[in-house]
């Protein structure tokens, strides 16, 4: 009785010294939040009164890249680690745990897209890829190889990838390919970034369909905060 009163002491104290750490991470990540809804407000205004087309395209492009750069360098890094489970629905890091579905619609819903997340995540992946890209490409049984070979003659930047019963991001950069998902062969640590070969459901899919993201249509509706069908 004794040790199971020092093991329950032992246990409320983790979790009360974890707690302003869960804190500061969650307000760390409302900062991101707040400050990635204030630049998307900036880049509406500017769109909104550019005085010609040329002006316009500069503003598209410079949104693109805003969107590409902060999924990448910022909405990646907060999500790393938090935990898969098959009806994972957390919208914070790190905090309960988060479904393949689930985590690629949060991240396009919280950068600023008007989506129906909820609803998109529960859908066949090839179905909201389509609704978000024109530039798709299909295999079935293919080594990954040939996979990769194709990615890299594209241009830089951010892929969604849908597998057998699966779907992450695949990220571009010059020879760099990183497959970025929540997995359910290591439930445990959930997000992560790694290769797209090796043991993992994309090299293990049979069918495999990629979508680049982010191009002038979708960012103009980002701009305009138009939604989504």
Not at 99 to 111: D, E, H, K, P, S
Not at 189 to 199: D, F, P, Q, R, T
Request: contains cysteine; aromatic residues 16%.
């Amino acid at each position: 009785m004794a040790m199971m009163k020092i093991k329950l002491l032992f246990f409320a104290l983790l979790f009360t010294t974890m707690l302003p750490v869960f804190a500061q991470q969650d307000s760390a990540y409302n900062q991101l939040l707040a400050t990635n809804k204030k630049r998307q407000a900036e880049l509406r205004h500017l769109y909104l009164n550019a005085k010609n087309e040329r002006q316009k395209d500069s503003i598209i492009s410079e949104a693109q890249y805003y969107i590409y750069k902060t999924i990448v360098n910022e909405y990646f890094k907060y999500w790393y680690g938090t935990p898969w489970s098959f009806y994972g629905q957390t919208k914070v890091p790190k905090q309960g745990s988060i479904a393949c579905g689930y985590f690629v619609t949060t991240i396009l819903y919280q950068a600023g897209f008007n989506i129906p997340y909820t609803d998109w995540a529960k859908l066949a992946s090839e179905v909201f890829i389509k609704k978000f890209s024109k530039d798709i490409k299909r295999y079935r049984n293919e080594p990954i190889e040939n996979i990769k070979q194709y990615i890299l003659t594209k241009s830089n930047g951010l892929y969604i990838v849908g597998l057998d019963c699966h779907v992450g991001f695949i990220f571009k950069h010059n020879q760099t390919l990183k497959f970025i998902h929540s997995s359910y062969y290591k439930p445990d640590i959930g997000v992560l970034s790694e290769n797209l070969e090796g043991h993992n459901p994309l090299d293990n899919s049979s069918y495999v369909v990629i979508g680049k993201i982010l191009d002038k249509s979708a960012v103009i509706k980002w701009l305009l905060g138009t939604k989504f069908n």
